[in-house]
T-cell receptor
Framework: DAKTTQPNSMESNEEEPVHLPCNHSTISGTDYIHWYRQLPSQGPEYVIHGLTSNVNNRMASLAIAEDRKSSTLILHRATLRDAAVYYCILRASWGGATNKLIFGTGTLLAVQP | SAVISQKPSRDICQRGTSLTIQCQVDSQVTMMFWYRQQPGQSLTLIATANQGSEATYESGFVIDKFPISRPNLTFSTLTVSNMSPEDSSIYLC?????????????FGQGTRLTVV
């Protein structure tokens, strides 16, 4: 599986934008970039995913570099509830039995009031 | 979306005993997975629970230690056998319904296991 690299931790102030980086220099052409987050004492939850183009949803935006070797998850206005561990994960586009969700160490985001 | 119920939510067990964790989903799903999250660590995939056949285990996990059942498309169990303090972790069930082409995973709240 292609590997991702994320900073161990980041800090943000409430109501400010947050840019969470992820490097994936060995990404293959069929890998989607997925982001999940894990709030304290909860299971992970899906945030967003993309292949080549930037993506937006109600939770966040995903900016993907033109060479696809890095991406950035953007939280437009951080709230205290966004404090969580954010995981950047690569997954093949096909849905075979061996297409599993493999978690790295993630980025612990702290949000200050 | 899928709503997952895991039972128990937490337990304290004596070493040498076994605990069975249940995962119930509110809809039929194609894929079910079990993860372990050791204190302060990320999630590690234990196995894929296959309906009607033996689970597929990841490297470092074996059926004798973590037997898994999946009798239908909405239910699975994970047993942690002959427990030791090193098995103290959060165990999470995850599901995906790939029938519609989605690869979004849903997770239960986890079972917090403490072995004493």
């Amino acid at each position: 599986d292609a590997k991702t690299t994320q900073p161990n931790s980041m800090e943000s102030n409430e109501e400010e934008p947050v840019h969470l980086p992820c490097n994936h220099s060995t990404i293959s052409g069929t890998d989607y970039i997925h982001w999940y987050r894990q709030l304290p004492s909860q299971g992970p939850e899906y945030v967003i995913h993309g292949l080549t183009s930037n993506v937006n949803n109600r939770m966040a935006s995903l900016a993907i570099a033109e060479d696809r070797k890095s991406s950035t998850l953007i939280l437009h206005r951080a709230t205290l509830r966004d404090a969580a561990v954010y995981y950047c994960i690569l997954r093949a586009s096909w849905g075979g039995a061996t297409n599993k969700l493999i978690f790295g160490t993630g980025t612990l985001l702290a949000v200050q009031p | 979306s899928a709503v997952i119920s895991q039972k128990p939510s937490r337990d304290i067990c004596q070493r040498g005993t076994s605990l069975t964790i249940q995962c119930q989903v509110d809809s039929q799903v194609t894929m079910m997975f079990w993860y372990r999250q050791q204190p302060g660590q990320s999630l590690t995939l234990i196995a894929t629970a296959n309906q009607g056949s033996e689970a597929t285990y990841e490297s470092g996990f074996v059926i004798d230690k973590f037997p898994i059942s999946r009798p239908n498309l909405t239910f699975s169990t994970l047993t942690v056998s002959n427990m030791s303090p090193e098995d103290s972790s959060i165990y999470l069930c995850s599901v995906e319904d790939r029938a519609g082409g989605s690869t979004e995973a849903f997770f239960g709240q986890g079972t917090r296991l403490t072995v004493v």
